[in-house]
């Protein structure tokens, strides 16, 4: 059975080929940036859970830095709408 930071591993790979791969199929640009977006949102919780250990932590950090990955996220998806709309 493949261990967790094996899993999360070949994830991340498979993600980070896909930012690679994704934006040239995406007719939109605003889209890719929402969906490479969304791959950097799983990326970056599952590094949080994964490699930083915050699975084992109490749920009240999870949910913190969970929140953190995802303002982050929206705020930069926000600033590529704002651009695209300029």
Known sequence: MMARL???WLLLIGLAIATVVVP???????LANAVLLAFAAVKGRR??????DL????A???GLVSTWVL???LFAWLASAVIALI
């Open 60 to 62: 009240v950090w999870r």
């Open 24 to 30: 040239s199929l995406l007719p939109r640009a605003l």
């Open 55 to 58: 699975r084992a932590a109490p």
């Open 6 to 8: 094996d899993a999360t």
């Open 71 to 73: 303002v982050v996220v």
């Open 47 to 52: 590094i949080v859970l994964d490699y930083l």
